[in-house]
């Protein structure tokens, strides 16, 4: 081979080596501080919650769950009430429950109602969200008692 071929695949393998290595790094910094949102999207996705929270009325109804705590885990005892629905749970600084858990994602599942149901769904993590030992991967219906795992901690509704 000529010196000017072998020169060509080293500079294509080291363009390559370091298109993987950034890759990498952008991948774990958006696992740690999660996506960049655009300044004109944070806004636009402010009022819409607004908008929606006036709109919504909480509903009390006799024997429906009025929050999530953690009862198993590093963070046992946290809870965030249902009014405030969706609930993220996660890593990020932006859930309502705030995980401790090497085996939670930053934006881990999510907490929602429809109607009187309430619905856990998982948010594409890594290590999955479970009811019992059932891996979820479409928004799955909870009612009181309901045991559901992320990572290492267990989450349920509670009156």
């Given at each position: 081979?000529?010196?000017?071929?072998?020169?060509?695949?080293?500079?294509a393998?080291?363009?390559?080596?370091?298109?993987?290595?950034?890759?990498?790094?952008?991948?774990?910094?958006?696992?740690?501080?999660?996506?960049?949102?655009?300044?004109?999207?944070?806004?636009?996705?402010?009022?819409?919650?607004?908008?929606?929270?006036?709109?919504?009325?909480?509903?009390?109804?006799?024997?429906?769950?009025t929050?999530?705590?953690?009862?198993?885990?590093?963070?046992?005892?946290?809870?965030?009430?249902?009014?405030?629905?969706?609930i993220?749970?996660?890593?990020?600084?932006?859930?309502?429950?705030?995980?401790?858990?090497?085996?939670?994602?930053?934006?881990?599942?999510?907490?929602?109602?429809?109607g009187?149901?309430?619905?856990?769904?998982?948010?594409?993590?890594?290590?999955?969200?479970?009811?019992?030992?059932?891996?979820?991967?479409?928004?799955?219906?909870?009612?009181?008692?309901?045991?559901?795992?992320?990572?290492?901690?267990?989450?349920e509704?509670?009156?």
């Amino acid at each position: 081979m000529s010196e000017l071929t072998l020169f060509l695949i080293r500079v294509a393998f080291l363009a390559i080596l370091w298109i993987f290595v950034l890759s990498a790094i952008s991948v774990i910094r958006s696992d740690m501080f999660g996506a960049r949102v655009p300044e004109a999207a944070r806004g636009a996705e402010a009022r819409r919650e607004r908008r929606s929270a006036k709109k919504r009325e909480p509903t009390k109804r006799r024997g429906s769950p009025t929050h999530v705590v953690v009862t198993e885990g590093s963070n046992a005892g946290q809870r965030a009430e249902l009014d405030q629905a969706p609930i993220l749970i996660g890593r990020g600084s932006d859930a309502g429950i705030r995980l401790d858990d090497d085996y939670v994602s930053t934006r881990h599942a999510r907490i929602a109602a429809s109607g009187d149901q309430w619905f856990v769904e998982d948010l594409g993590s890594t290590n999955g969200t479970y009811i019992g030992t059932v891996r979820i991967t479409q928004p799955t219906t909870i009612t009181l008692g309901t045991q559901v795992r992320v990572g290492k901690t267990i989450i349920e509704l509670r009156k």
